[in-house]
């Protein structure tokens, strides 16, 4: 199964509008919707760019196809075009009230079962979400975090985008393995703990902040130049 379909940096799964997005330059024809200056393309974000390359990605690892039959879902699930036991479960509706998740209204949240276990050093779990920018349309994973220093397995919740409520009778969903379909990075357990201080802002910071402005416009914008320059203050 990893040989099919691997385990990858989510560097090197980047999304497919991102990696089509051309760089541009000042001068372009991108704006910005609050001042109308110039401004990069969003791949040139550092906060995008830090976030869909961040951890891992886990491919589908099986076709799966779920569609409406009499108005009640069914799914095949296939590794290799030949049918497999499914690797779906559910999360009972008795567990979800009030929550506003497109599930399925008699079974509730579906899981999909890891056929990999995860081990983590002592202190660091493992965070899991949809992959970061990729707008895939079909199924959406809910996040959450798992104490992988202590417990090795991970089975993913989704939902459907499209509620099952407006499925016609006869319509199908794919998912195609090989896609991707999880992205998951390490969290360490102790920040847990840290406390994030709220305070009104003073003259230092705003002295602080104003310096740091025409630090970023002397570099012409560039927060990769920028950043080696603020992580080697002294």
Same mark, same amino acid.
């Given at each position: 199964?990893? $040989?099919?379909?691997?385990?990858?940096?989510?560097?090197?799964?980047?999304?497919?509008?991102?990696?089509?997005?051309?760089?541009?330059?000042?001068?372009?024809?991108?704006?910005?919707?609050?001042?109308?200056?110039?401004?990069? !393309?969003?791949?040139?974000?550092?906060?995008?760019?830090? &976030?869909?390359?961040?951890?891992?990605?886990?491919?589908?690892? !099986?076709?799966?196809?779920?569609?409406?039959?009499?108005?009640?879902?069914?799914?095949?699930?296939?590794?290799?075009?030949?049918?497999?036991?499914?690797?779906?479960?559910?999360?009972?509706?008795?567990?979800?009230?009030?929550?506003?998740?497109?599930?399925?209204?008699?079974?509730? &949240?579906?899981?999909?079962?890891?056929?990999?276990?995860?081990?983590?050093?002592?202190?660091?779990?493992?965070?899991?979400?949809?992959?970061?920018?990729?707008?895939?349309?079909?199924?959406?994973?809910?996040?959450?975090?798992? $104490?992988?220093?202590?417990?090795?397995?991970?089975?993913?919740?989704?939902?459907?985008?499209?509620?099952? /409520?407006?499925?016609?009778?006869?319509?199908?969903?794919?998912?195609?393995?090989?896609?991707?379909? &999880?992205?998951?990075?390490?969290?360490?357990?102790?920040?847990?703990?840290?406390?994030?201080?709220?305070?009104?802002?003073?003259?230092?910071?705003?002295?602080?902040?104003?310096?740091?402005?025409?630090?970023?416009?002397?570099?012409? !914008?560039?927060?990769?130049?920028?950043?080696?320059?603020?992580?080697? /203050?002294?």
């Amino acid at each position: 199964m990893l $040989e099919l379909y691997p385990i990858k940096p989510a560097n090197q799964v980047l999304p497919d509008w991102y990696k089509k997005q051309k760089i541009s330059k000042r001068g372009s024809t991108a704006f910005s919707n609050l001042d109308m200056s110039d401004m990069k !393309q969003a791949k040139q974000c550092p906060a995008i760019q830090d &976030i869909v390359s961040e951890g891992y990605i886990i491919p589908a690892w !099986q076709d799966i196809y779920f569609y409406k039959d009499d108005k009640v879902m069914s799914w095949r699930t296939y590794a290799d075009k030949e049918e497999v036991s499914t690797t779906i479960k559910f999360q009972g509706v008795s567990q979800l009230t009030g929550m506003p998740t497109n599930h399925l209204p008699d079974y509730g &949240i579906a899981k999909l079962i890891s056929p990999y276990f995860f081990s983590t050093p002592k202190g660091y779990g493992i965070y899991f979400t949809d992959p970061f920018y990729h707008f895939r349309k079909d199924i959406k994973i809910l996040p959450g975090k798992v $104490e992988t220093d202590i417990w090795n397995e991970i089975n993913f919740p989704f939902e459907f985008y499209k509620p099952f /409520e407006e499925w016609e009778d006869g319509e199908t969903l794919f998912v195609k393995a090989g896609e991707p379909l &999880i992205q998951i990075s390490l969290y360490d357990k102790n920040l847990d703990k840290a406390k994030l201080n709220i305070n009104s802002v003073d003259e230092d910071f705003l002295e602080q902040k104003e310096k740091d402005t025409l630090l970023n416009a002397t570099v012409s !914008q560039s927060f990769s130049a920028y950043k080696v320059i603020k992580e080697n /203050e002294v």
